[in-house]
RNA sequence: CGGGGCGUAGCGCAGUCUGGUAGCGCACCUGGUUUGGGACCAGGGGGUCGCAAGUUCGAAUCUUGCCGCCCCGACCA
């Protein structure tokens, strides 16, 4: 992409309204423009990070075995009766009146509608276990939205749900999300630390909260040291086989949100490993058992011929507030540091002198190669000056920044720039090219 | 919803107390000089001061009502 041609609004400033460092960083980085309170649209280069963040979920989802499908955003009231919960939601709950005076939501969350969708296909203990989800936009009218697309109204998340025939099938489909949980947020380089969470009326210990650990957040949470640094199953985990291990490995240790935390509990952990901090909420999984399917009638028949609710859960990602997450976790006082599998663009080219032949030259075949090579470059092409181009792409965080300006093109040299150390390296124009083509400075 | 604060040019703000022809910095436009880490000079455009009503000879400024936004609290991915 073309700067020149592109649309990226950076603001020098910092909009007064915005409290935290990614709330500020996605405004001035043009990334968000805030439409009303807790509802932004995306500009371009926040749209491509939501992407990627979004289409990590996706694939980390796929591969733990769930199904990718797509539930409207607007919702019955009847269906919300049937599970009783169109009176209980309350307030949060975005209620609208179509034109033929029916009662209509804006949804915020779908167990009913893929209870519904269950119920209609599935009537035998054979068509189990099943796993669903979809990432689509959800509306919850939040008493007060604040710290920009961390608590927005309206947010992008991805909720599974999944149908077992009893408990212990549905543990494993906890446990499958649970751990593909810990693979999508390591790789977006996020340290999330899953942590027993409020189980409600349900009861058991199948429910936890994916935190990540950030002076910002808005929980209080109290845990091991060692799970922070605890190394991800990683992609080749078989599904299908015994999950449980992996979880026990974690669940072992103590982690708990300020809402579950034991004193008493926490103090048995080493005093030198007693971490309490604050975090951000980025998922949160639930096994809530026939809460559902009793009311709403998803049955199936079992081998004893007789008809059981089936037993539900469901898994939640943050995907919008994701990014937030992932600002607060990287970045420096110049702006965003994304990590390479989120990043905008894989790098950008800066001509420092746009206009001048060999700059020009050099910058083209440098953006030509960079995108055949599949590395996404945004060239600035644009006519501003030096420092503007260098605080432009140290704020938006592209991950390499390749600087070209006529004064090193005289002995043949470039310079490639490292965001996330700020380090440089001068070298002619076809090895910066070619190391970058090849991911040579990457770190993973 | 309770408590607090703020709405003045695209952004950041001053002016409001004490009513008297709407300002500053950045951004933007034109010309010129510049050009390797957010240049300089000169000129220029842009605001019915959130909306409405009231008080007044006169309101950004005082009064009332409404709207919007932000912060603290209880709730949530």
Not at 203 to 211: N, R, V, W
Not at 355 to 384: F, H, I, N, R, V
């Amino acid at each position: 992409m073309r700067l020149s041609r592109y649309f990226l609004p950076v603001l020098k400033e910092t909009p007064s309204d915005a409290q935290i460092v990614s709330h500020q960083l996605m405004l001035r980085a043009g990334m968000i423009r805030q439409q009303s309170a807790g509802i932004y649209s995306w500009l371009p280069l926040g749209m491509k990070v939501l992407k990627k963040v979004e289409q990590i979920v996706r694939e980390e989802q796929n591969r733990a075995g769930a199904v990718e499908m797509l539930m409207p955003t607007i919702q019955s009231a009847d269906l919300w009766r049937e599970s009783g919960r169109y009176d209980d939601y309350g307030q949060e709950m975005l209620r609208i009146t179509d034109r033929h005076e029916r009662e209509m939501l804006f949804g915020p969350t779908n167990e009913e509608m893929i209870t519904e969708i269950f119920r209609s296909y599935c009537r035998s203990y054979k068509d189990l276990p099943k796993m669903l989800y979809h990432i689509q936009w959800k509306f919850r009218d939040e008493i007060r939205p604040r710290f920009g697309v961390m608590r927005g109204r309206e947010f992008l998340m991805k909720d599974t749900y999944s149908f077992d025939i009893d408990e212990a099938a549905a543990r494993h489909s906890y446990n499958r999300m649970f751990v593909a949980y810990l693979n999508t947020f390591a790789r977006m380089g996020l340290k999330a630390v899953p942590m027993r969470a409020d189980t409600g009326p349900i009861g058991g210990d199948l429910s936890h909260e994916f935190i990540v650990l950030a002076e910002t957040g808005e929980s209080e949470v109290f845990c091991h040291a060692d799970l922070v640094e605890m190394a991800v199953p990683g992609a080749d985990v078989d599904f299908e086989g015994d999950l449980q291990p992996l979880v026990d490995q974690r669940t072992a240790l103590y982690a708990a949100t300020e809402e579950m935390h034991d004193a008493d509990e926490f103090a048995k952990v080493p005093a030198d490993r007693q971490l309490s901090a604050r975090g951000i909420e980025v998922g949160h999984i639930f096994y809530f058992g026939t809460k559902y399917s009793e009311p709403m009638k998803a049955m199936v028949m079992h081998q004893d011929q007789k008809e059981h609710a089936v037993h539900m859960g469901s898994y939640g990602v943050g995907v919008s507030r994701l990014l937030g997450a992932i600002i607060e976790a990287h970045h420096d006082d110049k702006g965003c540091i994304w990590p390479e599998s989120v990043a905008p663009f894989g790098a950008g080219i800066l001509n420092l002198r746009a206009g001048d032949d060999a700059a020009d030259t050099a910058c083209e075949d440098a953006y030509a190669k960079l995108s055949a090579a599949g590395l996404d470059p945004l060239y600035d092409d644009t006519k501003e000056r030096p420092g503007g181009k260098f605080a432009t792409a140290d704020l938006i965080g592209l991950p390499y920044q390749l600087v070209i300006g006529p004064r090193g093109l005289k002995e043949n040299k470039v310079e490639v720039k490292i965001r996330r150390s700020g380090e440089t390296h001068e070298m002619s124009p076809e090895d910066a090219v070619n190391r970058l083509a090849e991911g040579a400075f990457s770190n993973g």
